[in-house]
């Protein structure tokens, strides 16, 4: 497991653009090698997206031979709703990139049948091989994609009520009246998640400072779901500053000045990646 502690969140949200943006050139996707990579929502990851979609305006990053997973979405909110996931997703990144529509997979959360489509879910992940890079967010409260507090730690893709903890959180996403934000939606399992062969965290603001205590500093506790990754053996949680003040000084100085230093990833013409900070190979 790796910290990677930035001044705050622009830069965070580019180093995780960076990170993934390597990922995609050193995999060398084709026609006949795509790489998968699983995506979050919320306002956590909207920096990243922004980068990414600059590297791929820049002619440094396509996306044509990349498969998208995405953690959730509500149950009952029409599709082309404004909070829905699937309006979030083409608005503030599918449109913006060359990805093929069809290799653009979010969870529809009107299917007649939720569970057969929480399974249908699954078994694409299965048929794309697997994910190779998901990347994600937490809430306040610890939990990852919809595993609300509580969850099952080998949980799969399944049809979840939400905590009141996120409904609060969303209702401003809602014009603060909770009466409109759903109270169900479906997310992958922590399971699901968990078989990535590489996670990455993103991690911003006081208010979360809390969950990253419990995140890496803390045991493993299906009431703070995001601990789970703890025993998955390439994780990286990105983080700014201020995420970081409920963390011990000795935690935020062993990551930050005694970790060992790595070599860079593969740079790419205008995507610069700063040696400090930057894993090559996983640690820890």
């Known amino acids: 497991m790796r910290l990677v502690i930035l001044d705050n969140y622009d830069l965070a949200s580019e180093w995780a653009a960076k990170y993934i943006c390597n990922r995609i050139i050193q995999f060398k996707p084709g026609q006949d090698r795509y790489f998968t990579l699983g995506l979050p929502t919320g306002s956590t990851p909207l920096g990243c ?8 305006k820049n002619g ?3 996306f044509k031979y990349v498969k998208t997973f ?4 509500y149950v009952g909110l029409p599709r082309n709703h404004p909070e829905s996931y699937h309006s979030y997703m083409w608005n503030n990144f599918f449109k ?4 093929d529509p069809n290799n653009a997979h979010i969870l529809d959360g009107n299917a007649a049948d939720l569970q057969a489509e929480c399974d249908a879910f699954e078994k694409k992940i299965k048929e794309a091989g697997g994910i190779d890079l998901f990347v994600g967010g937490i809430g306040p409260d610890g ?11 080998v949980s799969r893709t399944r049809l979840k009520t939400l905590a009141m903890d996120t409904i609060l959180a969303s209702a401003k996403y809602f014009d603060g009246d909770l009466s409109k934000v759903p109270t169900m939606a479906l997310t992958v399992g922590v399971g699901t998640v968990m078989d990535a062969r590489e996670v990455m965290i993103l991690i911003t603001g006081a208010h979360k400072a809390f969950a990253l205590y419990k995140a890496i500093e803390e045991g493993v506790n299906h009431m703070w779901t995001v601990s789970a990754f703890q025993q998955h053996p390439r994780t990286i949680f990105v983080c700014d500053e201020d995420a970081t003040l409920e963390l011990r000084v000795k935690t935020v100085k062993y990551f930050k000045v005694h970790h060992p230093r790595c070599s860079p990833l593969t740079s790419i ?7 400090k900070n930057v ?4 640690t820890g």
């Open 96 to 99: 913006h990139i060359d990805i």
């Open 143 to 153: 939990h990852i994609a919809f595993n609300e507090p509580g969850s099952s730690l």
């Open 60 to 62: 440094d990053l396509s």
């Open 279 to 282: 894993p090559d190979e996983q």
């Open 49 to 56: 997206y922004k980068k990414l979609i600059e590297y791929h």
């Open 269 to 275: 013409t205008h995507v610069k990646i700063v040696e």
């Open 70 to 73: 995405n953690m959730d979405e």
